[in-house]
């Protein structure tokens, strides 16, 4: 007897059967890297930030383009260092030389110009485009040339010294508004169209046509050279593809996870800032439905997801893995900085290299102190302890109760007198493993029987339930028939139950003919020699 009533006691509280459960997040430790980088907004600018970009030198300050002004921001601090209001339009597209003392910028007037950092005043003007210019890139070590595309649908490679056009590359069939610089050679870059292709170029092969193209079957919003130089990455639509260059152009993924057009994509590194061996790429990529994604593209799978309160426009990552900002429709960048081994010394307050300081004592706890008696109270374990969990004290709720206390009608009278089916479908599933249910179902009282027929009447029909209850309903018809005789109430009862039976089975019926007449068309179609040419459907 004991150990039924232990077995039994285990089993509490009773739950419905049909109940899914749901599976507790974890953390990875992936997603605690990224969310390191705390986004803090800065203050809102003039309009959107159409595009992000950080100086390939220390201290990696970083450059935002925004209505007709590029604004140049501390990498430390993260506040604005320095405006550049030197464009008469919309500026678009900021881009560092590689020493990082010449930045170069398009703008809705066609023309792209070439500033000093330090002093903020334009060096050069290059004149060519007749509509805005979209697309600027400095090559990844060539100082003497960039590249431009705008929406004329024409690319150009520019020296800049001269400020003369070398090449006009010739392909694109609507706006361009995107590319890179090759990481291999200087002399290769990639741009993405409107027209949904992404071109290689190489200024080195006579003429203006490209070496490559691939197609990406959505208006391309951004392009990318992954660090090894053989892939590259699309935006385009709501999708992310990476592409083999190597290859050919073979597609290898594409990666849906946005639900609205993806405006801007970059390379995040992970793992340790010493030793290439120990880095980690990712695919960074915003969106218009406000979403931050990191892809990792060695295991096809996104392994991180934030989300912002606007649309997303443009992304950056510092090289140093320190920075990350992203810029929106509504003029905030949100700026995170992690925490590197240059910070933690600068909060040290110059202490490091001076030399061991001695800690301080602790105090000994000694058992005439208070404190000793509630001593490891908010120590964390390590990890070879082993943990006894407190058990979770459980509420029941009434029928439970009377359950344990073996009170088997009164618990199915409770469940019935509330308004949760599924708590009385557990209950006498509970009884039925007990065989106590149709002994609680001869000792109810008129009243009583009058809620079970009740309830009998309401969801009997259901399928999740119909099981269990048609069983139910014709026993319990069975046992009390005399007492159902003798009160129009229970007669009632069991009208409605017929009715609501006749109902489901004339339903069940038409489904079946209708399943029937489907399954004959099918047949017919599939013969031979049944199908016409002239048929349309």
């Not at 007709?68 to 921001?73: D, K, S, Y």
């Not at 290059?126 to 590249?147: C, E």
């Not at 992404?198 to 203006?208: A, I, L, M, Q, T």
């Not at 039925?432 to 309401?458: T, Y």
Request: charged share 25%.
């Amino acid at each position: 007897m004991a150990e039924e009533q232990t077995a039994i006691a285990k089993t509490f509280p009773v739950k419905p059967k049909l109940k899914p459960t749901s599976k507790k997040s974890t953390s990875t430790p992936e997603s605690k890297y990224w969310k390191s980088f705390k986004p803090q907004p800065t203050e809102t600018l003039i309009s959107s930030i159409t595009s992000l970009s950080f100086s390939p030198t220390q201290p990696h300050d970083f450059a935002a383009t925004h209505s007709a002004t590029v604004t140049i921001f501390s990498a430390q601090t993260l506040e604005p260092k320095a405006t550049i209001s030197a464009f008469t339009d919309t500026a678009t597209s900021a881009s560092f030389r590689s020493d990082g003392r010449l930045i170069a910028a398009g703008s809705h007037s066609g023309i792209v110009q070439v500033l000093d950092v330090k002093t903020r005043s334009p060096l050069r003007k290059l004149r060519g485009h007749s509509r805005p210019v979209h697309l600027v890139r400095y090559p990844r070590v060539d100082k003497l040339h960039l590249f431009s595309g705008g929406d004329d649908a024409i690319v150009k490679y520019w020296d800049v010294a001269s400020e003369t056009q070398i090449s006009e590359l010739i392909g694109h069939k609507d706006y361009v508004r995107c590319g890179d610089a090759s990481p291999a050679n200087d002399d290769m870059f990639i741009t993405g169209s409107y027209d949904h292709t992404v071109k290689v170029w190489d200024v080195r092969v006579s003429g203006s046509s490209s070496v490559m193209e691939v197609n990406h079957g959505k208006p391309v919003e951004d392009v990318i050279f992954l660090p090894s130089g053989g892939l590259i990455a699309t935006a385009g639509g709501n999708s992310v593809k990476i592409w083999d260059v190597i290859g050919g152009g073979k597609l290898l993924y594409s990666m849906e996870s946005h639900n609205k057009t993806v405006t801007s994509i970059c390379v995040g590194k992970i793992g340790k800032e010493s030793g290439e061996e120990s880095q980690q790429y990712r695919i960074l990529s915003v969106s218009l439905d406000g979403y931050m994604k990191v892809f990792d593209y060695a295991k096809f799978k996104i392994t991180h997801s934030m989300r912002y309160p606007a649309p997303l426009l443009s992304i950056g990552f510092s090289p140093d893995c320190l920075t990350r900002v992203i810029g929106t429709s509504n003029g905030i960048i949100y700026a995170g900085k992690r925490k590197g081994i240059e910070n933690v010394e600068s909060e040290l307050g110059g202490f490091v290299g001076l030399g061991s300081m001695e800690e301080p004592q602790k105090q000994v706890l000694r058992p005439s102190y208070f404190r000793y008696f509630h001593r490891g109270q908010n120590e964390k374990p390590s990890e070879g302890d082993y943990l006894i969990m407190r058990p979770k004290k459980v509420k029941l709720s009434e029928h439970d109760k009377l359950l344990k206390k073996f009170r088997h009608k009164e618990a199915l009278v409770s469940a019935l007198s509330g308004k949760n089916p599924e708590n009385v479908v557990a209950v006498m599933e509970e009884l039925v493993a007990r065989k106590k249910l149709l002994k609680c179902v001869s000792n109810l009282d008129m009243e009583e029987l009058g809620l079970l027929l009740g309830f009998l009447q309401r969801n009997s029909t259901m399928p999740r339930y119909a099981g269990l209850l048609m069983g139910l309903a014709k026993k319990v018809v069975e046992m009390r028939a005399e007492d159902i005789k003798s009160s129009d109430v229970l007669k009632n009862h069991i009208r409605n139950l017929k009715r609501s039976v006749e109902e489901e089975i004339r339903l069940q019926q038409s489904l079946q003919e209708i399943q029937d007449g489907v399954d004959a068309n099918l047949i017919i179609l599939m013969l031979p020699g049944t199908m016409t040419h002239g048929c349309h459907y």
